[in-house]
């Protein structure tokens, strides 16, 4: 998608002293940038507050960075909110996190009216409590026409049981008879994945210094590049997104081969 340059100059104007708008080449913005928000608790620790508002804090930056990838003309946000091993958190976290993810979708509907965002959910929705879930399909039919950025929810995902998914859908169909052994190649499975119809992210963004995936899109990062900040999921700012796409455009991307072949 082609960046307003007039609208993203103004949301990019008083730049800090390391990054500047002109430090990216608009015409190399990353098709797909995908997230693992972290830090929120040690953010609201550090403060001495409740990690709940960390989570709190966590949705400010989360609203800035989908405004930030339509400013910049991405195709597909995508974000890890809730993973499948997350239901370990103590109960009163887990059901903060629920509301929150309800309210937080019904509270930014008209954002993504406003800016032609379409939904997508990555993830077993059908585990989530009711509420959660209604609101989640609501938030799906009302921007199933949007024609703009996918903004991808991965909330209870975990990556090993999507692909354990998809692999018994697949055995499921050759014991039909409707899929031969010989057309299970790497698009079939692609294709059974939450993620079926989207790029596979570009740039993969980890905040808070944590050097691990932790079961987030174990397939789909093949080749993507990957950026880990210091920064708190809750101090994440749009220029932090911009040191990301300023680091990624500096990458030698090779996808197995040779650069320049
Ligand atoms: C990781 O921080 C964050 C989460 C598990 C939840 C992510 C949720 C938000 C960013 C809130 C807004 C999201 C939506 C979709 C409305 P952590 O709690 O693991 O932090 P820590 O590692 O410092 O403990």
Same mark, same amino acid.
């Given at each position: 998608?082609?960046?307003?340059?007039?609208?993203?100059?103004? =949301?990019?104007?008083?730049?800090?002293?390391?990054?500047?708008?002109?430090? +990216?080449?608009?015409?190399?913005?990353?098709?797909?940038?995908? +997230?693992?928000?972290?830090?929120?608790?040690?953010?609201?620790?550090?403060?001495?507050?409740?990690? @709940?508002?960390?989570?709190?804090?966590?949705?400010?930056?989360?609203?800035?960075?989908?405004?930030? @990838?339509?400013?910049?003309?991405?195709?597909?946000?995508?974000? =890890?909110?809730? @993973?499948?091993?997350?239901?370990?958190?103590? &109960?009163?976290?887990? %059901?903060?996190?629920?509301?929150?993810?309800?309210?937080?979708?019904?509270?930014?509907?008209?954002?993504?009216?406003?800016?032609?965002?379409?939904?997508?959910?990555?993830? %077993?929705?059908? *585990?989530?409590?009711?509420?959660? /879930?209604?609101?989640?399909?609501?938030?799906?039919?009302?921007?199933?026409?949007?024609?703009?950025?996918?903004?991808?929810?991965?909330?209870?995902?975990?990556?090993?049981?999507?692909?354990?998914?998809?692999?018994? &859908?697949?055995?499921?169909?050759?014991?039909?008879?409707?899929?031969?052994? %010989?057309?299970?190649?790497?698009?079939?499975?692609?294709?059974?994945?939450?993620?079926?119809?989207?790029?596979?992210?570009?740039?993969?963004? /980890?905040? @808070?210094?944590?050097?691990?995936?932790?079961?987030?899109?174990?397939?789909?990062?093949?080749?993507?590049?990957? =950026?880990?900040? %210091?920064?708190?999921?809750?101090?994440?700012?749009?220029?932090?997104?911009?040191?990301?796409?300023?680091? =990624? &455009?500096?990458?030698?991307?090779?996808? *197995?081969? +040779?650069? *320049?072949?």
């Amino acid at each position: 998608m082609l960046p307003d340059l007039d609208k993203l100059r103004e =949301y990019y104007a008083e730049a800090p002293s390391d990054i500047r708008l002109e430090d +990216v080449d608009l015409d190399r913005i990353p098709s797909h940038v995908s +997230v693992i928000m972290d830090g929120n608790g040690r953010w609201a620790t550090a403060r001495g507050l409740d990690r @709940s508002r960390g989570h709190v804090a966590g949705v400010d930056s989360l609203r800035e960075a989908v405004t930030t @990838s339509v400013r910049l003309g991405l195709d597909v946000l995508s974000v =890890y909110a809730f @993973s499948t091993e997350n239901w370990r958190r103590p &109960q009163r976290e887990v %059901d903060l996190l629920m509301h929150l993810f309800a309210t937080t979708l019904v509270n930014e509907l008209p954002l993504f009216h406003q800016e032609n965002v379409r939904l997508r959910f990555l993830g %077993d929705l059908d *585990g989530l409590p009711d509420k959660t /879930r209604r609101v989640f399909q609501s938030g799906l039919d009302a921007t199933r026409d949007h024609t703009g950025m996918t903004f991808a929810l991965a909330v209870n995902y975990g990556s090993r049981a999507e692909i354990a998914r998809a692999a018994r &859908q697949i055995a499921r169909e050759v014991r039909a008879g409707t899929l031969s052994p %010989d057309q299970v190649d790497e698009s079939a499975l692609a294709e059974r994945l939450y993620t079926r119809g989207l790029p596979d992210p570009d740039l993969l963004v /980890r905040t @808070s210094g944590e050097l691990r995936l932790s079961n987030y899109l174990l397939w789909q990062l093949a080749y993507t590049e990957f =950026y880990v900040t %210091d920064t708190l999921w809750p101090d994440f700012s749009r220029w932090d997104l911009l040191r990301a796409v300023a680091s =990624y &455009q500096g990458r030698a991307r090779r996808f *197995g081969g +040779v650069v *320049g072949s």
